[in-house]
């Protein structure tokens, strides 16, 4: 099982940056996956998720009318595309099943390295 994001970056307020998270392993395309981001200090919060089709994602408010996702199955990889970052963006970006719903043999345990992503001001 592995699940690589990367794309993170140092960034200054109001640019952008494009995400991906490649999947192996694991039934990737039999799950609704999000992206997920932990700042220093707090705890890891969901900030988009996307179901299996990719017909479907929810935002976190905080990042909604900023940030996409999206998904190919073909290559088992999601993305994140953040627009008009902000400072309180800062965090370690990770992607995951959404354990908000139904899993299909996708570990519980499991958390790849991350990719930082770091938004001056």
């Known amino acids: 099982v592995q699940l690589q994001a990367s794309g993170g970056g140092l960034v200054q307020a109001g640019g952008s940056l494009r995400l991906s998270c490649a999947a192996s392993g694991i039934r990737f395309s039999d799950n609704d996956v999000a992206w997920y981001r932990q700042a220093p200090g707090k705890q890891r919060e969901v900030v988009a998720t996307i179901t299996t089709s990719g017909a479907s994602a929810s935002y976190a408010d905080s990042v909604k009318g900023r940030f996409t996702i999206s998904r190919d199955n073909a290559k088992n990889t999601v993305y994140l595309q953040m627009n008009s970052l902000k400072p309180e963006d800062t965090a370690v970006y990770y992607c995951?099943?959404?354990?908000?719903?139904?899993?299909?043999?996708?570990?519980?345990?499991?958390w790849g390295q991350g990719t930082q992503v770091t938004v001056s001001s």
């Open positions: 995951n099943a959404d354990f908000s719903g139904e899993l299909r043999g996708w570990p519980l345990d499991y």
